[in-house]
C-alpha cells in the first residue's frame, strides 16, 4: 500500500468516528431536553380597571315656585272666604276660589290645610313645593316642575254616612263611597292625585278609583285603597305624557265583591246584613269634580272650537268639489246635454279641473281627471289629514278620532266614485281607484256618504262658540254613548 494512501483511510476513519461521537451526543441532548419540564414563562402582569363607580348627580337646589290654586265644593261652586295654609304660609280663598302664594323657594315637601275658621276641612301631609325630591309619599316626582299648581275640592261633609231609609228586604240603599276631598297637583308634566273619602263598605274592603271624561277614562289608581275606620285614603301619579285640561270630570269609585277573597265576602255579609250585597256584585258612584281654571277652560274651549271650524270647513270643500267634478262627467257620460254644457264654464272657475273629464260628446277625458283627482284632490285631502293628525287638540278624544276619520272617508269615496265614473264609460277600474267592493261601487258610495254627512253633523256642534256648547255632561260624543 502506498504511503498516501493510508495516511487518507486513517483519516477518514477518524473523521467517521467523529462524526458519530458527535451525532451521540446530539441524540442524548435532545432526549435530555424533551424529558426535563419546560420552564414557565413569567405571568404577564395585567392593570386590574378600578370598579366603575356610580356617578351621582348634583343635587337639585330648590327652585322658587309661585304657589296657586282654586277650592270648589261638592257643586263645583267656587268656595271663598277659606284659609288655606302650606307650611308657615297662609292665604284666603277669593270670590272664584282662587289663592295664591308669592314665588320662594320653600326646600319641602310641605303639610296643607284648608280651614273655614277654626274648623279644619281638609288636610294633606305632603304637597309638592319646588323641591327636588324623588319620592313623595312614596310616589316618584317630577325634578324639574314646570309650574305648581292645585285644584281642591271639598267633599258634602253633610251627607257624608248619610243613610236612606231601606227597603224591606233589599237591605240600606244610602250611599257607601263619598267624596272628602280631592287635591289634584298639576306640575305641568306629570302631577300626582290625593284623594280622601269616607265608606260604609266593611273593614279592610277595596275601592278602586278613576277619572273620567265624556265617558273616557283619563287616568286611574293603580292600586286600591283599602277602608279603615270608615274612611279610605289614597295616592297617585299622573303620567308625563298627560295634558291636564281645565273642566269638568267624573270621579268614579268603585268596589266589586268579585274583586275581594270570597271567605271574607261571606264573612263580611254575616257581619253587615244590612248591605245590599246584590247590589255590591258591582258598586259604582261617580261625583262630578273640577280641575283646572274656568277662564282656562274658556280659552281651550276657543282654540279648539276654531280647529273643528277650520277642518269642517275644508272637509266640505274637497267634498264639494269632489261631488262638482265626479258629479258633471257622469251626466254628461249620459249624453250631450246643452243646458248642462252651459254651466260648465261657472263649475270649472270654482274648481281645479280647467278642461273637465268629459268633452261635449260624452267621452272620458281620463288623463284630465287623473290630474284632478291624484296630482290636486287627493293629495290636498292626505296634507289636511296629516296637518290635523300633528296638530289635533285631543281634549275631545272621540271628536278628533271623528275628525281624522272624515278625512280617510273622503279619500275612500274618492276610490268609489272614481271606480263608478270608470264604469260607466265602460272601463275597467283604475289601479289607484282599489276599493273593496261589498254592494257594488253605487251602494257602497251612497252608505259612505251616508256615514260622512252624520260625522259632518256630528261635529258641526263642536264648532259651537264656547259657552253655547254642551259641557262634558251632554258633550256630543257622550250623549251618542249613552244611547
Not at 356610580?54 to 337646589?61: A, I, K, S
Not at 254592494?439 to 261635529?459: I, P, Q, S
Request: charged fraction near 30%; proline fraction near 8%; hydrophobic fraction near 40%.
Amino acid at each position: 500500500m502506498r504511503p498516501g494512501s493510508t495516511r487518507l483511510l486513517i483519516l477518514t476513519v477518524v473523521f467517521t468516528v467523529f462524526l458519530l461521537a458527535a451525532g451521540n451526543l446530539l441524540l442524548e441532548w435532545l432526549k435530555h431536553r424533551k424529558e426535563r419540564p419546560a420552564t414557565p414563562p413569567p405571568p404577564v402582569q395585567r392593570e386590574i380597571p378600578p370598579e366603575p363607580q356610580e356617578v351621582q348627580p348634583p343635587p337639585l337646589e330648590p327652585r322658587a315656585f309661585e304657589l296657586t290654586g282654586r277650592v270648589v265644593g261638592p257643586a263645583l261652586k267656587a268656595m271663598e272666604g277659606l284659609e288655606v295654609s302650606c307650611g308657615a304660609e297662609a292665604a284666603r280663598t277669593d270670590a272664584g276660589g282662587l289663592f295664591r302664594f308669592p314665588a320662594s323657594r320653600r326646600g319641602g315637601p310641605l303639610a296643607m290645610t284648608v280651614r273655614r275658621g277654626t274648623e279644619e276641612l281638609a288636610r294633606w301631609p305632603e304637597v309638592f313645593v319646588g323641591e327636588a325630591a324623588s319620592t313623595l309619599l312614596g310616589q316618584p316626582v317630577v325634578s324639574r316642575a314646570a309650574r305648581v299648581r292645585w285644584s281642591i275640592q271639598l267633599g258634602d261633609r253633610e251627607s257624608a254616612g248619610k243613610v236612606k231609609p231601606s227597603e224591606p228586604g233589599k237591605g240600606d240603599r244610602g250611599a257607601l263611597i263619598g267624596l272628602e276631598a280631592l287635591l289634584v297637583e298639576d306640575w305641568g308634566p306629570a302631577g300626582r292625585v290625593q284623594i280622601s273619602g269616607w265608606s260604609r263598605l266593611p273593614e279592610g274592603a277595596h275601592v278602586y278609583t278613576a277619572v273620567y271624561f265624556e265617558d273616557e277614562r283619563i287616568f286611574a289608581g293603580a292600586e286600591p285603597a283599602e277602608a279603615r275606620g270608615g274612611k279610605f285614603q289614597l295616592a297617585f301619579p299622573l303620567p308625563e305624557s298627560l295634558h291636564l285640561y281645565s273642566t269638568r270630570y267624573d270621579l268614579r269609585f268603585y268596589f266589586a265583591t268579585s274583586m275581594e277573597n270570597l271567605e271574607q265576602v261571606e264573612g263580611w255579609q254575616k257581619a253587615s246584613p244590612d248591605l245590599p250585597w246584590s247590589d255590591l256584585a258591582d258598586y259604582q258612584v261617580s261625583i262630578p269634580v273640577y280641575i283646572g281654571l274656568p277662564e282656562e277652560e274658556e280659552a281651550d274651549d276657543r282654540r279648539i272650537q276654531a280647529q273643528f271650524c277650520e277642518y269642517l270647513k275644508a272637509a266640505r270643500r274637497m267634498k264639494s268639489l269632489l261631488e262638482e267634478q265626479s258629479g258633471e262627467t257622469l251626466k254628461l257620460a249620459k249624453g250631450w246635454d246643452p243646458a248642462l254644457l252651459e254651466s260648465r264654464e261657472e263649475v270649472r272657475r270654482a274648481a281645479w279641473l280647467p278642461h273637465g273629464a268629459a268633452d261635449p260628446q260624452g267621452g272620458f277625458l281620463e288623463a284630465n281627471w287623473r290630474r284632478f283627482l291624484d296630482e290636486e284632490w287627493r293629495p290636498a285631502v292626505r296634507r289636511l289629514l296629516e296637518r290635523y293628525s300633528q296638530t289635533k287638540e285631543n281634549k275631545h278624544p272621540k271628536a278628533a278620532a271623528r275628525m281624522e276619520k272624515v278625512f280617510k272617508t273622503l279619500l275612500d269615496l274618492s276610490q268609489m266614485t272614481s271606480a263608478l265614473l270608470y264604469g260607466k264609460f265602460g272601463l275597467p277600474a283604475h289601479a289607484e281607484d282599489f276599493y273593496q267592493d261589498e254592494e257594488g261601487y253605487g251602494g257602497d258610495r251612497a252608505l259612505l256618504l251616508k256615514r260622512l254627512e252624520e260625522d259632518l253633523k256630528t261635529l258641526d256642534r263642536y264648532c259651537l262658540p264656547p259657552g253655547a256648547a254642551a259641557d262634558s255632561a251632554g258633550s256630543p260624543d257622550r250623549q251618542e254613548a249613552g244611547r
